[in-house]
């Protein structure tokens, strides 16, 4: 496994779930030549032949060597599994948080459901060292393959990316700009409100200025301590 290495180009994404958002991020990721470990939860011989199949030259891995091996990190698992990460092992490491709420495939979860906070924050709180970022949750898994286009393309597609660690959204709007889209940088972590399910940003494909005119539209709806 390679050192963890702080760098704004990282060079090996982490990926948590190997489901359909976790194998087309890897297949994505692999396209855009990073090196790309997988992992579930359990046995990595378990998903040997799904990320074979799915993502042909990612590795299938512990989670622990997924998190360990990666220079940056996404949680693409069910977002009520979120307690079941390792605060430690994720601690000081980039961690792109790609989880919705999503009560009609999740089931209702009325503790989320009833705090005031986004998704992230919940997570984040979980996750106290995670420099934790908000980012592919708005784009279906199967647009990470339809969607993405070389730079500077007319229209091209943006996501947004919201996290309260500067640097981490750094390397975070570099991936994004890897895997083919704009990124559109939405400030803090709270931020990350204006991505979720129900919202403008979340049920529509935009490039940079539409994001950045929703995003600028929720903020004026957040506290002043968000904007
Ligand atoms: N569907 C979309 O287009 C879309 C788009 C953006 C974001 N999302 C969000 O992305 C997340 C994943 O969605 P999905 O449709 O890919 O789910 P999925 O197909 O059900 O896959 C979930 C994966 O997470 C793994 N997992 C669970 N707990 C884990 C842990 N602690 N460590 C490592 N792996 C773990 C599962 O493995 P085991 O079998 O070992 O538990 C499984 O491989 C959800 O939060 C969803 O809301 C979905």
């Not at 698992?77 to 999740?106: C, H, Q, S």
């Not at 420099?131 to 708005?138: A, D, E, G, Q």
């Not at 943006?158 to 895997?179: Q, S, T, W, Y």
Request: avoid cysteine; charge should be negative; charged fraction near 20%.
């Amino acid at each position: 496994m390679s050192a963890p290495v702080e760098s704004t180009s990282p060079t090996t994404v982490g990926v948590l779930g190997a489901g359909r958002v976790g194998t087309a991020v890897a297949r994505q990721a692999l396209r855009a030549g990073y090196r790309v470990l997988v992992a579930a939860s359990g046995d990595p011989a378990d998903i040997a032949l799904i990320v074979e199949v799915m993502a042909p030259g990612a590795l299938a891995v512990t989670a622990a060597d997924a998190v360990r091996g990666a220079d940056v990190i996404i949680l693409s698992i069910p977002l009520r599994k979120f307690d079941t990460l390792d605060p430690d092992a994720l601690a000081g490491r980039v961690v792109v948080d790609a989880m919705n709420y999503w009560a009609e495939t999740d089931g209702a979860m009325p503790a989320l459901h009833d705090d005031a906070r986004s998704t992230s924050e919940i997570v984040q709180a979980f996750l106290p060292g995670a420099r934790l970022v908000k980012t592919l949750n708005h784009i279906g898994y199967h647009e990470l393959e339809t969607d993405h286009s070389p730079a500077g393309t007319p229209g091209r597609r943006a996501l947004a990316v919201a996290g309260d660690d500067a640097d981490a959204r750094a390397v975070v709007l570099d991936l994004i700009e890897r895997l083919g889209f704009d990124g559109v940088d939405a400030g803090p972590l709270a931020a990350g409100a204006a991505l979720e399910p129900g919202t403008a940003i979340f049920n529509g494909r935009h490039d940079r200025t539409g994001i950045e005119a929703l995003l600028a539209r929720a903020a004026e709806q957040l506290s002043p301590a968000v904007r």
